[in-house]
């Protein structure tokens, strides 16, 4: 809106946001479709609606084991995330030290560290030492590359509360604890657990770093990477299906998360209300 | 006691939102500040032992002597050597470049318009648009590239439509196992980041800002050129080599989408340490795509350095 109240227009933009809506979603609907289509092979026509591919994999022991190791995964990663993400953030937003650009820097850098050079890394170095390769090699892993994610979102939701609470809570003499626990933590922690749960996200999707860090179990992801390598068995639309149905519930609740406590004027709505800051 | 403390503060808080700057400069609390970086040892000790130490241990074995899946000494730069004098090798960091090339120009140039939208047009669909967009971000890595694979595959959703409308006789064969198709998925991976990188950059882009340019008569895209473009170099920038970087060293797209002219510098790698068991070999590619990576980083931030500078020379 303009300060007069008329909308900005604009139908080249528009245009572009459309398309890209629907490019980003259209690859994602078909899987979804195919998983529900009656008919050996994942091609046009639709021959009918079925929940057999489901029925299928939900029979299958392999199939709700990597499910299982997955979900264990990913809740021990979210929450050692939570615990030393939110520790951290504090340490880098509220330190005068100056010590601090270098902790910042050395804790966002795996960002920038495409997944093939980090799982080798590890590979090695638990090769070397004889560490056997299990689902905590890859949760020690998933940590290491969630933890600047959740920073991300954790770090900024910090730098924007109001100082003057802190400072007045610790001019009353509070110790640094009881002033995070009592005036820090009541302001963000919707925000938070938003983002503990995005770490969830990360780590039960993640395949590159998993792919040379695992044992012999298996996750989802590499459930579908080895159903993938074999033929094209039409289970794999409901194994992906389900892959996305999770993410999409678990994403609702994190952005709800972030919403509600945007507009109870807890943290400043526009525009990164996502919490991505550059 | 603590609690009873704890009451005070909550009590006391509340009131200081409307009584801003109340806070004396205590003592007490500059020092608590100094200290509050103890509470990122946990987070650091963990980066330095997962990812420091175990990147510092991969580049020392780049220059390792090759024991089949094992590495011996004495020290050598053979597997630079083999790695640089490749030819397969140097096929291969071109697709990787210029797979990272496109899909970071694609997002980019993509990702503005619609950063743009949601930071001036949107009105109250922003909130829906930003969950769209934000979900299929997390949408399955693995998924999206079986997705494109079921699309564009000779019986894939394309070619049977195309078939059914008449168009081709035979389905087009190109569109699948091709760089064609790797940009393509890795286009829909990356997109949803560079959106949001991007949107979080337009917050200082104020509307006045825009609307004092309209109101001098400027057009869309003269806008876009001299008020737009400008302040989003930097973050454009930025955008495009985590795209170059993350997609030029994807080892799985390629393997799934790629076919021959599609495969990457990342899979070579992969398969070198995995399938070969060339861990030297591996290392040294790896550190060399590395060097390229800051290279381009360091480039790019140069260029936009010296746009700066002859920018501040045409105004005074």
Known sequence: ?278 | MADDQGERLALATTTAAAERGIGGRAGGRERGRGLALVAAVPAVLWMVAFFVVPLGVFAFYSLLTNAFYDVAFPLTTDAYVSAVTSPLNRTLAWNSASVGLTTGAITVAVGLPVAYWLRFVAGRSRVAVLFLITSSMFASYLVRIYAWRTILGSRGVVNSVLDRVGLIDEPLGFLLYSRFAVVLALVHIFLPYVVLVLYAAMAPLGRGLLEAGEDLGAGSSLLWRRVILPIMAAPAVSAFVFVFILSAADYVTPQFLGGRDGLTLGVQIQSNFITVGNWPLAAATSILMLLAFLLLFLLLNALLRFRRLHDLRIQT
């Open chain 1, 1 to 278: 809106m303009r300060a007069d109240g008329t909308r900005v227009r604009s139908p080249v933009t528009t245009t572009i946001l459309v398309t890209s809506i629907v490019f980003l979603f259209a690859p994602l609907a078909v899987v979804v479709l195919f998983s529900f289509n009656d008919g050996g092979s994942v091609t046009l026509p639709f021959r009918g609606f079925t929940l057999g591919w489901y029925r299928e994999i939900l029979s299958s022991t392999e199939f709700r084991s990597a499910v299982t190791n997955s979900a264990i995964v990913a809740t021990v990663v979210a929450l050692a995330t939570l615990v030393l993400g939110t520790l951290a953030a504090y340490g880098i937003t509220r330190a005068r030290s100056r010590l601090r650009p270098f902790v910042a820097v050395l804790l966002f850098l795996p960002l920038t560290l495409p997944g093939l050079f980090l799982g080798l890394s590890l590979l090695v170095v638990f090769s070397g030492t004889e560490i056997s390769l299990s689902l905590t090699t890859v949760a020690v892993a998933h940590l290491v590359y969630v933890l600047p994610y959740y920073l991300l979102i954790s770090v900024a939701a910090l730098q924007r509360l109001d100082p003057a609470l802190e400072e007045v809570g610790a001019d009353l003499g509070g110790n640094a604890w009881l002033v995070f626990r009592r005036v820090t933590l009541p302001q963000i922690w919707p925000i938070l657990l938003s983002a503990a749960l995005l770490a969830f996200l990360l780590s039960f999707d993640e395949f590159i770093i998993t792919f040379f860090v695992i044992g012999p179990q298996s996750t989802l992801p590499l459930f579908i990477f080895s159903s993938l390598r074999r033929t094209v068995d039409p289970s794999i639309n409901a194994i992906s299906s389900s892959l996305l149905f999770v993410t999409i519930v678990v994403f609702a609740v994190s952005f709800a998360l972030t919403v509600r406590s945007a507009r109870s004027g807890r943290i400043s709505v526009e525009p990164d209300v996502v919490g991505v800051d550059a």
